[in-house]
């Protein structure tokens, strides 16, 4: 299977979204960045607990996962770490939920 690009772009993710298709959105931030700014169905797993938890994210092996943090940095990190467990259609989205904030959703605090 022939995988994607490492990065999806913000305006690539909200595409996604409003077609509805069906993708987990993970944040890998922290939960107080988490509780500042959010995008709405975004699941969090922290990048410092995700080797504890990564069995929660089984049922995506096969599928698509679109990783965000703040800037682009940690989730580049994740992507990398989860294509390495065998999940084969892991993205990070660049730039991270500031440039979501900035290019997608103003009402998503930018901190």
Not at 7 to 19: G, K, T
Request: aromatic share 6%; proline share 4%.
């Amino acid at each position: 299977m022939m995988s994607e690009g490492l990065e999806i772009s913000c305006a690539d993710v909200q595409a996604r979204l409003e077609r509805g298709e069906p993708f987990l959105l993970l944040d890998c931030r922290e939960q107080d960045e988490h509780v500042v700014a959010a995008i709405a169905g975004a699941r969090l797993v922290p990048m410092s607990e995700l080797v504890d938890r990564v069995g929660e994210l089984a049922e995506w092996r096969d599928a698509a996962i679109v990783v965000h943090c703040h800037k682009g940095m940690r989730s580049l990190r994740v992507t990398n770490w989860l294509r390495e467990q065998g999940f084969a259609n892991v993205q990070s989205m660049a730039g991270g939920i500031d440039a979501w904030s900035v290019e997608i959703d103003p009402e998503v605090p930018r901190y």
